[in-house]
């Protein structure tokens, strides 16, 4: 946010068809984005063009109306206020199979930041019951065959991505399915 007032058309769309589905993530900056939205792509996953490489503090979360938003824009601005870049390294390959047919980025440095500010995210207007323990990761492929899955993981074993972490990011999901960062709230206020 640059210390302009955020126009709630410009998050949600002009006429949102309520609930509208948000998300709470840590952006990944370029050129690591890029690259890890090429892979996915390159895997052949299938959602590789709805949604850009992130780390979720919170899933798929429907909000109400104007004013649930409002109000999460508000908890947001507030939570990142409160926070100080720091260091992440996303490094390897690791797969929540058989439990879930997925291959991910697992972060080398930095979980336990990631981990206390998934707690702070995650509570008043955004708190919600979660389907599996919180793991911050960075899918890169998900839902394909196992075979796909075995070379995802293969190729990722040497990944390495080194960056500062300094804002959370909103996403709205589109009525085409594609997810949107709509506001970034950086570190500091």
Same mark, same amino acid.
């Given at each position: 946010?640059?210390?302009?007032? &955020?126009?709630?058309? =410009? $998050?949600? %769309?002009? #006429?949102?068809? !309520?609930?509208?589905? &948000? %998300?709470?993530?840590?952006?990944?900056?370029?050129?690591?984005?890029? #690259?890890?939205?090429?892979? /996915?792509?390159?895997?052949?996953?299938?959602?590789?063009? *709805? &949604?850009?490489?992130?780390?979720?503090?919170?899933?798929?979360?429907?909000?109400?109306? #104007?004013?649930?938003?409002?109000? $999460? &824009?508000?908890?947001?601005?507030?939570?990142?206020?409160?926070? /100080?870049?720091?260091?992440?390294?996303?490094?390897?390959?690791?797969?929540?199979?058989?439990?879930?047919? $997925? +291959?991910? $980025?697992? @972060? *080398?440095?930095?979980?336990?930041?990631?981990?206390?500010?998934?707690?702070?995210?995650?509570? %008043?207007?955004?708190?919600?019951? @979660?389907?599996?323990?919180?793991?911050?990761?960075?899918?890169?492929?998900?839902?394909?065959?196992?075979? !796909?899955? =075995?070379?995802?993981?293969?190729?990722?074993?040497?990944? /390495?991505?080194?960056?500062? +972490?300094?804002?959370?990011?909103?996403?709205?999901?589109?009525?085409? %399915?594609? !997810?949107?960062? /709509?506001?970034?709230?950086?570190?500091?206020?």
């Amino acid at each position: 946010m640059s210390g302009e007032p &955020i126009v709630m058309a =410009d $998050v949600v %769309g002009p #006429e949102p068809d !309520w609930p509208v589905t &948000i %998300g709470v993530a840590l952006p990944i900056p370029e050129p690591f984005l890029g #690259e890890l939205g090429a892979y /996915r792509e390159r895997f052949g996953d299938p959602l590789a063009h *709805a &949604i850009v490489a992130h780390i979720t503090l919170v899933p798929p979360t429907q909000a109400r109306d #104007e004013q649930h938003v409002g109000e $999460v &824009i508000a908890h947001l601005t507030d939570v990142a206020a409160s926070l /100080r870049a720091f260091p992440l390294v996303l490094e390897g390959a690791g797969t929540f199979r058989p439990v879930s047919p $997925v +291959v991910f $980025v697992p @972060l *080398a440095v930095g979980e336990p930041e990631v981990r206390d500010i998934e707690a702070l995210v995650r509570v %008043g207007p955004l708190e919600r019951p @979660l389907l599996f323990p919180f793991h911050p990761h960075v899918t890169v492929a998900h839902d394909l065959d196992a075979e !796909w899955l =075995d070379q995802a993981e293969e190729a990722m074993r040497s990944y /390495r991505a080194a960056f500062e +972490v300094g804002s959370l990011a909103l996403f709205v999901q589109g009525p085409d %399915g594609v !997810w949107r960062q /709509r506001v970034e709230f950086p570190f500091g206020g």
